[in-house]
């Protein structure tokens, strides 16, 4: 018994000395490099209704290993069209309309797969349109809920969606929260392209789209670049076109099908995102 009680005592200092360097190895983890998280498996898409106490009812994607880490992850905000809108306080069927399009649908399809992890953020809007400021309340509220890398908030919407994408950077300027923003058949006020050039943009647009004409784009575009942004905004048109510009954005069959009198579409939105960052 003595002979066992004195290994034991050996044993014990040896544990507890690689129990805290595993915890200072995974501590000095720097995660703010992407390529230090963790390889995004499948996570979980989960539904929060509408209530008194947010601003939206809204989806949300964790990574997997979301809960296993401390690690602060990208968030991906995307705004829905006209089509999906609904108020899960009076019907909570009505938000899974959210996931009929664009990421939230690729999620549910598990077709879903940038090369860093994300966080997806998905609201539903229940009322006339999107709100830059009641957005930016919004976005707030969340970096409290979540391990959110600060620097790398990232933005895009469809149709009302798109709009809603210009309408959240007019409406914040300099104290937007996002790094890169991907607006898809949308538009907006060209006097507002002063409150835009601080942001990389790159917007995407079908020239027969019936509902939103391509212009819409062009001109927010045109406007933004006449005042000289830190990063030139980039505008993709695809040929012969509708409506539907976002379908082979957001999954990235349209790559190499765009006109070439505008930019090329030659990678994936989400690679383009991630290579920016939020200046301090």
């Not at 509408?50 to 989806?59: A, D, F, K, R, V």
């Not at 607006?183 to 939103?212: E, L, R, Y």
Request: aromatic share 12%.
């Amino acid at each position: 018994m003595k002979k066992h009680f004195v290994v034991l005592l050996f044993i014990l200092p040896i544990m507890a000395f690689e129990n805290q360097s595993c915890k200072k190895e995974i501590a000095s983890v720097d995660y703010s490099n992407l390529n230090n998280l963790p390889k995004d498996t499948g996570g979980v898409q989960r539904a929060y209704f509408l209530n008194s106490s947010i601003e939206y009812g809204y989806y949300i994607y964790t990574p997997s290993g979301y809960e296993k880490n401390t690690a602060n992850y990208p968030l991906l905000l995307f705004l829905h069209g006209s089509g999906e809108k609904g108020n899960s306080l009076n019907d909570t069927n009505s938000l899974k309309k959210v996931l009929v399009n664009g990421p939230p649908r690729l999620i549910k399809y598990k077709k879903w797969s940038p090369k860093y992890p994300m966080i997806v953020l998905t609201p539903q809007c229940h009322e006339g349109g999107w709100d830059g400021k009641k957005l930016h309340r919004f976005l707030t509220y969340i970096q409290t809920k979540y391990r959110i890398n600060t620097l790398r908030i990232y933005l895009t919407g469809l149709s009302m969606g798109g709009y809603g994408t210009f309408s959240y950077l007019a409406a914040t300027g300099d104290t937007s929260y996002i790094a890169a923003a991907v607006p898809i058949c949308g538009g907006g006020s060209t006097n507002s392209a002063s409150k835009m050039t601080t942001v990389p943009i790159w917007a995407f647009h079908g020239d027969s789209d019936g509902t939103v004409n391509v212009s819409n784009s062009i001109n927010m575009i045109t406007a933004i670049n006449a005042l000289k942004p830190i990063v030139k905004a980039k505008i993709t048109v695809y040929p012969s076109v509708g409506h539907d510009s976002w379908s082979r954005t957001y999954d990235g069959s349209g790559m190499g099908t765009e006109k070439s009198d505008y930019d090329a579409f030659n990678t994936s939105i989400y690679d383009w995102m991630f290579s920016y960052t939020k200046n301090k």
